[in-house]
Every structure is written in C-alpha cells, then in structure tokens.
C-alpha cells in the first residue's frame, strides 16, 4: 500500500479534461513538502511532468497543471490527447519514512 | 544534455548480490545534485531505494538499508547500487535518476527526480 493514494484509473474522450487526485497526510503534504508528477509512458522511463506542486518544466505543455492544498494534490490535463495515455504518478517526501514515496500510480485511458 | 545509463547484469540468483552502475553523461556529478536508485516491478509502482552524494552522503530506503549500499565515483563520473541477499522480490526495472536539491544541505523535502536513465530489467532467478 502507497503512502500517497491515487486512484487507480481515469479515462477522458480526445479533448476533454481529466483530473488526477493524490491524497498525502501529516507526515508529507501535512508537513508543507511539495507534491511532484511523473507521466510514464508505455515502455519508457518516467519523466518529470511538473515539480514543486504547479511548475512545468521546460518542454510541458501547458496543458498540464498542477495544484496542492492541505494533504491533497491534483494534476489536471486538458485537451486530452491519445499520446497522454500512460501511467501517472505522484511523488513527495515522507518524515515517517524518512525518505521519497511516490502514489501508486493512476492509468489514463483516451477513449 | 544529461543523460543516464545503467548497466549491469540482467539476471541474478537467490541470495546474491544485485550490482549495477549509472554512468552520466552532459553533467559533472561533482557539480552536485543527488543521484539516487529507483526500481519498478513489472505492472507495480516506483519504488525509492537509495541516493548518494558526490561527497558520498548516502540517503537509504529504511526497508532496504540492511541489504542496500551506494557508492559514487566522481573520477569516472557514474555511481553504482549494490543490493545483496536478493529474492525473487526484488526482481524489477532498476532506474537511476538525478535529483534535487542541488547542494548536499539543502532542504531535501522538496526533492523532483528530474533526470532519469532509461532503466534495466534485473530478474532474480536460479
């Protein structure tokens, strides 16, 4: 079991918008670390999709987003696209832990 | 442009020791950043194991730490992962990412794998 919980699909029509949630608690988002998303597509590495909660590094597209409040964050994506299929994933740091931990992970499937 | 690369074997037995390197290309690990180890079973999630810094600071998973060690060489700019009495458990996709913070005693909280290699299948098997 994941530290951060994601849900464990989501599936949006080409052009749509979709959300992405990830629930922290007292010991990561609680404390104020930031909530980080990696996009992992079929076969490939994960890549760094935004960082520090809502920034997008250089090459995201903007429609990529992301917000964090309290122990929860989400990743929003919209004009959804059929190359946006793949696997998402939340990443923070946890005290308990004393280390990095990363969501389960959430599929996205472009109907 | 960075760029990582793992290397080691693909298949190791029972109760042995898992070894891989990363080598890095496009950036001096002496420069700083941390680089850290990370594995993925198939159809699973990501998984933290360790990190180094170029000064050799070590950061270790806390399930992990009896078995794992992380080691740099800044000469041949690459780091290695030793993780030892392996079990069918640990077989997975190994990755080997760049991290923030940027400097050694930077707040480590807010840490983003932002470089990552393109990962190497370890199994575990007689």
């Known amino acids: 079991q994941s530290v951060l919980t994601q849900p464990p699909s989501v599936s949006g029509a080409p052009g749509q918008r979709v959300t992405i949630s990830c629930t922290g608690s007292?010991?990561?988002?609680?404390?104020?670390?930031?909530v980080h998303w990696y996009q992992q597509l079929p076969g490939t590495a994960p890549k760094l999709l935004i960082y520090s909660n809502s920034n997008r590094p250089s090459g995201v597209p903007d429609r990529f987003s992301g917000s964090k409040s309290g122990t929860s964050a989400s990743l929003a994506i919209t004009g959804l696209q059929a190359e946006d299929e793949g696997d998402y994933y939340c990443q923070s740091y946890d005290n308990n832990l004393s280390g990095w931990v990363f969501g389960g992970g959430t599929k996205l499937t472009v109907l | 442009q960075v760029q990582l690369q793992e290397s080691g074997p693909g298949l190791v037995k029972p109760s042995e020791t898992l070894s891989l390197t990363c080598g890095a290309s496009g950036y001096s690990i002496s420069s700083g950043y941390y680089w850290g180890w990370l594995r993925q079973p198939a159809g699973k999630g990501l998984e933290w194991i360790g990190s180094?810094?170029?000064?050799?600071?070590?950061l270790y998973h806390p399930s992990l730490r009896s078995r794992v060690s992380i080691s740099v060489d800044t000469s041949k700019n690459q780091f290695s992962l030793k993780l030892s009495s392996v079990t069918a458990a640990d077989t997975a996709v190994y990755y080997c990412?760049?991290?923030?913070?940027?400097?050694?005693?930077?707040?480590?909280?807010?840490?983003?794998?932002?470089?990552w290699g393109r990962g190497t299948l370890v199994t575990v098997s007689s």
């Open positions: 990412a760049r991290h923030t913070p940027i400097y050694e005693y930077d707040s480590i909280g807010y840490a983003s794998f932002d470089i």
């Open positions: 007292s010991s990561n988002f609680g404390v104020g670390y930031a």
């Open positions: 180094v810094y170029h000064s050799g600071t070590t």
